[in-house]
């Protein structure tokens, strides 16, 4: 059996080795050599409020439904709720409501024992009956964190156990697990995430959806009430007023700057600045189900006809790396492939050559960030130059993520990466042809996934998943530019602030000092 404790204080990427670097870990309460977690007494409130402005908005609270797996989202409800388990690492976990697991030989089955004493903040127990609702809600709205539990089913023999069994086994089960977030049975009720009950660190206040979020600490929070006196977690999407509340002091931390605002932060005194490596790869995929997209040799001579090494370099200096593959090398599963190369009249010779309607064509490219706006106007650009159009569409994230999983979308650009370390969260979530997350299809992928994830044999997870992103990338089913690191800021009264590696930063650790 498998003991873990509260998370720790270091960033999870700090303890991997990394070849490149950003985002899609955890940090939090200290932890003593005896295990009992420290600072439980301390949780008065008085240390400061803390004003947060992160990169991606905030639009809705609920974690098990269609914007399950998206950052804003997933930022709330570390806040508010709690997992099971998250990762810190490359087959690394530590606990949250669950103080221990197991599974049987073949990883089809895993069993969870819950911390005893865990309440909500309405004062009623987290129980086991509350871990099977959630998982079956999470199921039953069919998002994008379901997909990584296609025919599980989920029980609770007492009020301190929850069994999860797989048809098939499942080896990256935890990674998988560690986006999942437990909420009381009732959360099915209409309304109830308009003022939610969770057993997380901090308490809902109010919650204007892609503005601002306030909370205060959580006095009977399970690891000890968090010491500032409220937390308010504001969606500044537009990097110019990020920056500026940030340089003004409206705002204490923030992440995911552009690289000409890094070094300028760097010469003010009044702040830190810091990078640290990420599983987070730029994601440009197709809809291999619009006609003009369908042959991957059409695919395959657009990324042809980016000169992203250039655009890397002019825009992301510090942060960006080129990719050699769909995931990081952070991630369990990484293959280098072959970069392909920068060759626009190659490019649109391939193109003449599929018989590509030029004239006619109109590829329509949605983003909801606004920070990929240079980056899309310059591969615009490129695209341009060979006789292709190419309409940018900035969307609101609730509206991008409709369009998404409708593929009402030509191109897609996102910042992706691989929840718990692993492949299976990522690849083997997302490119199955049960998925049909971009409208592409391969059941020779689909095998090479499934016997990836269901093999508890690591060098021939690693094999398997080899192979399968040597198809991903030489059919094109997207571009993958960009491997990036997540700089982060915050303002010096700021104490006990770790930055994550996934971008999802916790702050039940955090003081703000001079308030």
């Not at 007023?241 to 000409?260: K, N, Y």
Request: proline share 7%; with cysteine; net charge negative.
């Amino acid at each position: 059996m498998t003991l873990r404790r509260r998370r720790p204080l270091i960033a999870a990427a700090a303890t991997l080795t990394l070849m490149t670097s950003i985002a899609a870990c955890s940090l939090g309460g200290s932890t003593d050599g005896s295990g009992d977690t420290t600072g439980d007494e301390t949780g008065d409130g008085g240390g400061g409020d803390l004003v947060v402005a992160g990169p991606i908005p905030i639009e809705n609270l609920d974690p098990h439904g269609a914007a399950s797996m998206d950052a804003g989202t997933q930022l709330a409800a570390r806040a508010i709720f709690s997992q099971l388990l998250v990762s810190t690492g490359q087959g690394e976990f530590d606990g949250e409501l669950a103080e221990s697991w197991e599974s049987n030989d073949d990883a089809s089955v895993w069993t969870f024992a819950l911390r005893a004493g865990v309440t909500y903040s309405d004062g009623s127990p987290v129980t086991a009956d509350d871990v099977v609702a959630s998982f079956e809600r999470v199921l039953a709205a069919e998002g994008p964190l379901a997909g990584n539990f296609g025919g599980y089913t989920v029980a609770a023999p007492d009020d301190a156990t929850v069994v999860f069994t797989s048809p098939t086994p499942d080896a990256a089960f935890l990674g998988k697990i560690s986006s999942f977030f437990v909420t009381p049975a009732g959360a099915a009720e209409d309304g109830f995430f308009s003022d939610p009950v969770g057993s997380g660190p901090f308490l809902v206040e109010s919650f204007e959806p892609g503005a601002t979020l306030r909370l205060s600490p959580n006095p009977d929070y399970w690891d000890g009430e968090p010491e500032i006196a409220s937390l308010e977690l504001q969606s500044i999407p537009e990097t110019a007023a990020r920056m500026t509340a940030l340089q003004t002091g409206e705002v204490d931390i923030t992440w995911s700057m552009p690289d000409d605002q890094i070094a300028e932060l760097r010469t003010n005194a009044e702040l830190t600045v810091e990078t640290v490596p990420s599983p987070g790869v730029f994601t440009m995929w197709f809809n291999s189900s619009t006609p003009a997209l369908e042959d991957p040799a059409v695919r395959r001579a657009l990324w042809q006809a980016v000169d992203f090494e250039e655009i890397i370099a002019s825009l992301y200096p510090e942060t960006g790396t080129p990719a050699d593959a769909p995931v990081s090398p952070t991630v369990l599963g990484y293959a280098p492939q072959e970069p392909v190369a920068y060759d626009p009249d190659a490019a649109r010779a391939a193109l003449e050559a599929a018989g590509f309607d030029f004239e006619n064509t109109v590829l329509r490219w949605q983003f909801s960030q606004a920070s990929f706006r240079n980056f899309m106007n310059a591969v615009v650009s490129d695209l341009a130059e060979i006789g292709v159009t190419v309409e940018p569409l900035e969307k609101e994230q609730a509206v991008f993520l409709e369009d998404l999983l409708a593929l009402n979308w030509d191109m897609n650009m996102q910042q992706l990466g691989s929840q718990g370390y692993d492949a299976a969260t990522n690849l083997g979530r997302l490119y199955t042809c049960e998925a049909n997350r971009m409208g592409y299809c391969n059941p020779e992928l689909d095998d090479l996934l499934a016997a990836a994830g269901s093999t508890s044999d690591t060098a021939e997870r690693e094999d398997l998943y080899a192979q399968a992103t040597e198809i991903i990338w030489n059919d094109a089913v997207g571009m993958y530019p960009m491997f990036v690191e997540t700089p982060y800021a915050w303002q010096n009264r700021v104490e006990g602030f770790t930055p994550v590696s996934d971008g999802i930063p916790y702050f039940d650790e955090v003081t703000v000092s001079g308030d």
